[in-house]
């Protein structure tokens, strides 16, 4: 399951100390860059998009957008912030608690909403360890499987040839028939194996969409396959 999210960056800002405004040493020229510098892109760039390139989005798109949707930057965006970003965190509502830090996620009390994303988190975590495990195991459980259906496909037929020989003897037709329980025997135990293992994928499945469900309880915000991939790629899991 691979899950990334856009992650909100803190915008620090910081002030001109009185050395960043001092004149600038000796030799340095004012009014722009060196004379052997020259402005504006090399002669042989073309400017603009490709003709093939048109501009905004395609025709269908906006008939996906509903009804009072409108496009283009939200009018209450602040002045630097990235529209993505902006959605994100819309999209988030509270689950933007996601942004904790290491030391808050571990101490905060399981009832509030930093506590309630590393509970997730960790149940998370658990889960999806158990799921790539399992689905290892039952790949091999599928291949034990196959390979013992095979034998006993042979067996079967190397029995029925004896059989219809009428050449073969007690002794051969009973080691044939031998052969033929044996490799039951071991189709059967195969295929409980990968019964059993493909049981325990499916409970770590359920872990997962348990977690999310617990979650989604107490977001603000429908948690839906978009948010969880959000979430996830927020708490790096």
Known sequence: MQRRLLVLPLIATAGLTASALAAPPAGVVHGG??????????ASV????????????????????????????PANLPPGTDPGIADAANLLGNLNAAHA?????????????????????????????AVTKCTGLVNQDQ????????NLTTAESNLTTLQNSGTATTQQLAGAQAAVDSAKAALNTADAQ????????????????????????????????????????ILGI
């Open 194 to 233: 990968l019964a059993a293992d493909q049981a325990s994928l499916a409970s770590a499945q359920a872990a997962i969409v348990s977690a999310q469900n617990t979650l989604a309880l107490q977001a603000n915000k429908p948690v839906t396959p978009t948010v969880i991939a959000k979430l996830n790629a």
């Open 101 to 129: 830090s290491p030391n808050a996620m571990a101490h905060a009390s399981p009832n509030s909403m930093v506590g309630a994303i590393a509970t997730y988190k960790q149940a998370t975590i658990t889960a999806d360890a």
């Open 33 to 42: 860059p060196p004379a052997i510098v020259t402005m504006g892109p090399p």
């Open 143 to 150: 291949t034990a499987a196959n390979t013992a259906q095979t």
């Open 46 to 73: 073309r400017m603009g998009p490709p003709t093939t390139v048109t501009m905004g989005p395609p025709a269908a798109v906006s008939n996906h957008i509903p009804p009072g949707q409108a496009l283009g930057r």
